[in-house]
């Protein structure tokens, strides 16, 4: 239900009729547009995967809006500071259209809806499919533009911005890894799902024999946190999938922390899909060197795709493994 609300406020007449150009933020997934293809969108997604799909089906797409719009749709994502800026940048865009907001429950629409009505006059509203679609004047709502966020320092010292992975702080998980990584590992180093950077510095600080390093993320917000944090030329920053990401040489060592899940559930194929890329782009004879939550099964995946593996760390929470890649076929 969650895909075809803003499809079923539409046919039975509740959201306002649009025209126009359309901007499309947040959490934007194919399923959630079911309905809408007839509308003029522009949809601004920070997410290599997500971009992808999108204009693969044709959609127009960027990292920031590259036109002007008349009205903009936000699905919000979980994290709420996120949700606000996109809201906020909605607001901006068009100062004369409609701003529909729509999201689950579980992504806290609930209480950014009732911020938002506090203030704003003559809210529409849907509720359907454990989600509330919302829609308002963007003229009556100018307040909501303060709601912007700017990329800043978190508690270490680090830029972030919302919305990336572990923004407050390091990650406790990456800290445990990097721990266990040798200072003396050198030449060509990838740094998988590298976020806003911290692996990437601290091996930098720690590893004075790194000749490049390579920081591979889906997140372009994270990417540019990244490039602000690593003022250093062996390293290069990569908006890429690291799924499928190759480069010219492969590498001596790969560092990851790998993602878990997309949506709220657990999905161990998105890590097990981590430790194929790695085994791909190492060396014969490289290592990979990654951390992962202690309950998540990779040992096979490490087995299958690696001469061996080793257990470096253990703590209640998470692991940090050492794989070393044999000398056999490159896949
Ligand atoms: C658990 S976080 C680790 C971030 C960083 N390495 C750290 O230690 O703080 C995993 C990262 O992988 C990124 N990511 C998820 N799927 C990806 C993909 N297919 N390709 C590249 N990066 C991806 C996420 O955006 C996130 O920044």
Redesign the pocket.
Known sequence: MKHARLDLARSAELLPALSGPIGVFGQIELERLHGLMDWDLRCVSSSF?VSKVLSVVGLNVGQVLGAEIEHAVVFIPRAKAEARDLIAQAVQACPNGWIIIDGQKTDGIESIAKQITRDVPNIGSYSKGHGKTIWLRSADATHLIEWRAQASENKSGFVTAPG???ADDV?PA?EMLIEHVPSNLSGQIA?L????G??SHRLLERCSGIAGLHL????AV?LECARSNIIDEKALFYWA???SWTSSKRVDAVVM???FHTTRSVEPA?GIGFIQAAARVLKPGGRLFMVANSHLPYEPALKQNFEKYELLARSSRFKVYCATRGSGKLI
């Open positions: 995967a990336v992975f572990s990650d990456s740094d799902g590298a976020g806003w911290f692996l591979i993320e889906d997140s994270a999938d690291a799924l922390n790998p993602p998105l």
